[in-house]
């Protein structure tokens, strides 16, 4: 398979996370690690290397700018931030003629969270009204067509895990050589990183609402409801964990996966206290955090799964966000300085590091 060199959803989750403890201009950062400086002098020229002279964010390497869920989390991470009229230009191309968010369902509704944080830096009221109505016509989409009543939950894979590879059996059917995860059985499947940016949605929705002077208590209320089926079906207190998915039989998958575990921290759907004992609980390679482990039994340390094990450079910073947030310092220390070391041997930001070895790896579908 192959890895995509300068994926821009793989590196710009650093350089939101390297603002703790630092000195920050608009270009420039300054630690103690010249290291780290490095990898963030990296970031800021990955971003404009990937910027179309239409001003379009393209996710990296190999990709185009089609991707709902990647132009999302680089505007949420850097671009709303230090190129916020190219964050609002990819905001509005992946939608349907700025009447709904676009692209794989499954995690669009991510794109209602960035286009609520551009809102916070620019000001803009116009543009407030614009994505109030998009974001209420996208809820109202998916609601009925991909909301489990019995559960509380939404159904669809987990975010930007489009690949099969990040599921075991069920979801994975033996045989089927498809490595798209929606050939297998995985519309029915609820998520713990989805349903936690659908929480989050919700808020953001609700924040819109009350700010252009309309009561949001409708979204904040579905938002308590989900928070409350999130920790019913997904957080153990008795491990200090949070299960990765649910599959279509009702079956919970006990893996952890890092991205859900950082959404769920940041976004308070579990408390610090509890979130820095689940944190401590996440298993951490020589090179980082896998984006879901224990490895599944189809794969091993010389077969590494693509979406399971495998070192995603915009899990990791997640994650390390998520590890500030609550306080657990020597773990965000050791994920941000683990990315920018990987940078410096690479030479730049690739889509995915072998966990075994640090180098970049496609991994296996």
């Known amino acids: 398979m192959k890895n995509h060199?300068?994926?821009i959803t793989c590196c710009l989750v650093l350089i939101i996370s390297l603002f703790i403890g630092s000195?920050?201009?608009a270009q420039t950062l300054t630690t103690s690690n010249r290291t780290i400086d490095q990898a963030f002098d990296i970031a800021i020229r990955t971003i404009d290397k990937n910027t179309t002279p239409e001003g379009i964010i393209l996710a990296g390497g190999a990709y185009g700018g089609e991707w709902t869920r990647d132009c999302a989390i680089n505007s949420i991470n850097a671009l709303n931030?230090?190129?916020p009229q190219v964050a609002e230009n990819s905001l509005w191309s992946v939608t349907n003629d700025r009447r709904s968010v676009g692209h794989q369902y499954w995690d669009k509704i991510i794109w209602v969270i960035a286009a609520w944080e551009h809102y916070m830096?620019?000001?803009?009221?116009?543009?407030l009204r614009q994505i109030y109505q998009c974001?209420?016509?996208t809820f109202a989409e998916l609601e009925a067509q991909h909301y489990n009543a019995q559960y509380g939950l939404f159904m669809g894979p987990a975010v930007f895990q489009d690949g099969i590879a990040g599921y075991d059996e069920p979801v994975y059917q033996k045989g089927n050589e498809s490595t798209y995860v929606l050939d297998h059985d995985a519309d029915r499947i609820m998520c713990l990183s989805t349903n936690c940016i659908y929480y989050k949605a919700y808020d953001c929705i609700a924040a819109m609402a009350w700010?252009?002077?309309i009561t949001g208590e409708i979204y904040n209320s579905k938002a308590k409801s989900l928070k409350k089926a999130i920790r019913k079906h997904f957080y153990n207190s008795k491990t200090n964990s949070l299960c990765y998915y649910i599959d279509q039989n009702g079956t919970k998958h006990q893996y952890t996966e890092a991205l859900g575990v950082a959404f769920a921290t940041l976004y308070e759907l579990v408390s610090k206290k509890e979130a820095q004992k689940i944190i401590r609980n996440v298993y951490s390679s020589k090179y980082g955090v896998p984006v879901v482990y224990p490895s599944f039994p189809r794969y091993?340390?010389?077969k590494p799964g693509r979406h399971n094990v495998m070192v995603w450079p915009h899990v990791n910073m997640f994650f390390a966000w998520a590890c500030a947030y609550v306080d657990v310092i020597d773990r965000y220390y050791a994920e941000i300085t683990n990315l920018a070391q990987?940078?410096?041997s690479s030479g730049g930001f690739y889509e995915i590091y072998d966990p075994a070895t640090g180098k970049p790896s496609g991994g296996w579908q």
């Not at 830096?121 to 543009?127: A, F, I, L, P």
């Open 211 to 213: 700010k252009l002077g």
């Open 5 to 7: 060199r300068s994926s």
């Open 81 to 83: 931030l230090l190129r």
């Open 121 to 127: 830096v620019t000001n803009d009221e116009n543009y």
């Open 342 to 344: 990987l940078v410096k």
């Open 23 to 25: 000195s920050l201009s």
């Open 300 to 302: 091993s340390e010389s």
């Open 135 to 137: 974001a209420r016509t």
